[in-house]
Structures are given as structure tokens and as C-alpha cells.
């Protein structure tokens, strides 16, 4: 149900002022929202959704909404309980380490490996699904950690007066980064 109404409202394009989801028992965040540059006001009240920008993976993603009201009470959005994690090795498999150097390499413009991969159109593609890591900054091919990190909205939003911190994904490419992360960054476990 949650696509369709995204569909109607992507229609409108640019027009698309208001999108409201309230009560339509969705479980995540539309993944379509930064199609809709016009968009200024968000309601996803009274849903399932666990946290904010499961598809939209950046802050600066997210924050490039444009939104001025966004309300999202009566999700299980705020759980800000910590646990201790049980950290393990990170046992990385060969496809894993190839592709954190190849990325990393062309992040940095190795004009040898930018050559190489023109020739290797299934590389590029296996490639082209990478992530960067939120804390070290570095690319990884598999999501080794999901977080989430708790930001104050922007200024410029019409919001509840409860609703002083929103909830946001990031990815993480070890645990080692998980260890050198600030204070309001959070490992998601399932309970």
C-alpha cells in the first residue's frame, strides 16, 4: 500500500508539497522520498517503522529533503536503549578484501585500476554496490554493522515539541570503526 500511494505522489514530481502515511502500518521508510524534491511536509505518525532512511543511507541524503514539518510519534523509532555488543573477528571473505581495495583504490583515482575496471564489466558491477563507511570513510562491498546515529532535525522544520532527536541509519564497515564511533551512534541488535 505504501509504494502506491509513493507512486501517486511521484507522479507529481516536483509539485509534491505533502506526502502522509499516518496510520497505514508501514514498516520502513519509503525508499523514494529524495525523488520528490518539492516535498515539504512528511507524516509517518502511528506506524511500525524501526528508523529513519533505511534507503536514504546518509544524513546529508536525508537533510537534502527540504522538509519544514516532519512527524514521525507513535513509531518504535526512539528505542535509545544501549546493550553490549559481543564483538567478532572480522573474518572478511576473499571477494570482500578484492573489493575493498579496488573501491578504495579508485576512490583514490588510481589511474591503473580506473583502466582496468573499463575492461571488466562484472567487477564494475559487483563493485557498483559498495558503501562508504559512515565512521573510517572507506568503501566495503557487505554491510558489516548497521547503526543508527541520533541527530538533532534541522532548524528549519516544523516538528513536535517532542521530538528533539531523529533516528538515522549508517553503515559500518567493521568493528573496529564501531569502537571509534561518538556517543550517539548505536548498534542495531534484535531483541
Request: positive net charge.
Amino acid at each position: 500500500m505504501t509504494e502506491r500511494l509513493l507512486v501517486r505522489a511521484l507522479r507529481g514530481g516536483e509539485n509534491t508539497k505533502i506526502v502522509t502515511l499516518n496510520g497505514k502500518k508501514i514498516t520502513k521508510m519509503p525508499s523514494t522520498l529524495d525523488k520528490l524534491p518539492g516535498l515539504k511536509t512528511l507524516d509517518l505518525q502511528n506506524n511500525q517503522i524501526p528508523k529513519v532512511c533505511p534507503e536514504i543511507s546518509t544524513l546529508t541524503q536525508f537533510q537534502n529533503l527540504k522538509l519544514k514539518e516532519f512527524y514521525c510519534e507513535g513509531n518504535p523509532l526512539f528505542l535509545k536503549q544501549p546493550v553490549n555488543a559481543v564483538q567478532q573477528e572480522d573474518a572478511w571473505s576473499l571477494q570482500e578484501i578484492t573489493s575493498r581495495f579496488i573501491m578504495n583504490e579508485l576512490a583514490g583515482k588510481n589511474p591503473f585500476i580506473m583502466h582496468v575496471i573499463e575492461q571488466h564489466p562484472q567487477v564494475r558491477n559487483i563493485i557498483s554496490q559498495g558503501r562508504k563507511c559512515a565512521i573510517c570513510g572507506k568503501c566495503f562491498l557487505t554491510i558489516w554493522l548497521e547503526c543508527v546515529e541520533f541527530i538533532p532535525p534541522p532548524k528549519n522544520w516544523k516538528i513536535s515539541r517532542n521530538l528533539q532527536l531523529v533516528p538515522l541509519r549508517i553503515l559500518i564497515c567493521s568493528y573496529k570503526c564501531f569502537n571509534q564511533r561518538g556517543p550517539n551512534l548505536f548498534g542495531i541488535a534484535q531483541a
